[in-house]
């Protein structure tokens, strides 16, 4: 990048899948331009001096509608944000498309004929005009540069093109890939030198999420599994959203939980959906959580002992109602009651009585009335809350699948983003001008484990398949022989849960959406058996 600012007269636009993930690559160029790399301490000043600079700036501008840089010799560095009716009609001699395995192929379509043009077209009705003479200039560049995705995207086909060329001795194109095993072994000077990565990290992130560490390390681009897998990574990655996960109730919104429990093998998993009304589309979820409960100390990493889980779920119970009372902002709890996990021995009996929080507050038990075997406790327990749901996936299961493959394929779940690993990430906030202003934000430990697993959630949830008997007379659904030792399915057993309910919920405000747009769907679920 500084070496091309270095020709003359160069227009350089950099456009990412996000705004500040744009800007965040012009603010490293800044740093090395202003030594402040204190990994490569010898850095040379020699751009920063080319830079032009104002009586009130360095030369460097951090608007919020585009970064922007220029040297003395006619060159400028912009950044764009990533809405794509914002950045028509411009032209660049370099565009550098950053992460483009996640750029939306509306963005990629727009910025592109930045570099259709000739550099070396020029006219002149002047009789001695003579082209021949003219001095060339440089070619318009265009750069995609990311870590590999899915093998549907525009990126992919580029890479494929672009080394098919190279191979056949085209000099106009270069592709080029880099794992994790060069900057594991770099070399200063002949000699090898300090790694930037920890070897140990790549080999926890293997272990966590295979297929995600496979393409964030190695290049590996990602498949989809053909037409059993029952929901595709680009149904995934269109409902991806510039979100953080959500730890607490922030006002007055509305959640689902879903606890897959376990106490001996398998993972206990507690994952949470932020229930949202839409006036053109009615409901939707956006999926803001998922916690493994799981013992740290323990060398095997086994889930919590039953009672540290049930504290930890009333204690986020309390958190996502916020300050309303008794679970008025908790639509409902959902609970595998399979025996595997004890959902209701374990769980469902531990939570119908009153308890008293870490604050000292006495808190209302909670009930599922519709449950067989609580029916008649509402008579023991008045003060219980009916939020609680009892349920069986395995018995459920090919419902609440066909549920969540509908729901996804209308968009209306939502996950955040990919995680990166960073400690402190960059947001873009649309303004009132439609322009992508630039915010940092510093992850906690608790929001960057929220992302990892829900990470790991997206991953278990394209990996279940169908399958069929020969007779195609029963139906089930799972990982594949394949994957079974490197994956689990219990957070996506949660998730199917979230989807179920937002699917009743759905369901029951399209049957009174002349009565109540926003019916509550508790008075559905959940009978008061008092009445």
Known sequence: MLKMLLYPNMSIYIVSSKGAQAQETFLKLEDIAKQRIESIPSLKDIFINEVVKASNSDGFSHDKASFKVSVFNGSTTFTLNSVPDNVRGKRAQLLLIDESAFCSEDLISVVLPFITQNTDFKISTDETYDTRTLRKQVPTQLIYSSSANGVEGRHYNAYREFAMRMIMGDSRYFACDIPCDIPLAPMVDGEFTAPLLEKQQIDDDMRSNPDKAMREYYNKFQTDGGESQIIKWGSIRRNETFTLPQMANSGKDRFVLSLDPARTTDNSILSVMKIVYDDKIGYYGEVVNCTSLMDLGKRKKTPMRTTEQIKHIKQSILDYNGNAPDYQNIDAIMIDSGAGGGGISAFADNFIEDWVDDGGILRAGMIDPTHEQYSDSLK??????????????????????????????????????????????????????????????????????????????????????????????????????????????????????????????????????????????????????SN
């Open 380 to 529: 023991t327990y008045p003060n219980a809350k009916p939020i609680v749901r009892l349920i069986s996936p395995n018995k459920y299961k090919t419902q609440m699948v066909g549920e969540l493959i509908e729901l996804m394929r209308t968009d209306l779940i939502k996950f955040p983003k990919e995680y990166d690993g960073k400690m402190e990430v960059p947001i873009g906030i649309n303004s009132s001008d439609n322009e992508v202003d630039i915010q940092y934000k510093t992850l906690s430990v608790e929001e960057q484990v929220a992302l990892i697993n829900l990470d790991i959630m997206k991953t278990e949830t394209t990996s279940i398949h169908k399958f069929e008997n020969p007779e195609k007379t029963s139906v089930r659904y799972a990982l594949p022989k394949e994957k079974e030792r490197l994956l689990n399915d219990d957070r996506f057993y949660t998730l199917i849960m979230l989807a179920h309910y937002l699917y009743e919920l759905r369901r029951d405000d399209q049957r009174n959406k002349n009565k109540q747009p926003r019916h509550s769907l508790k008075d559905y679920f959940f009978t008061n058996q």
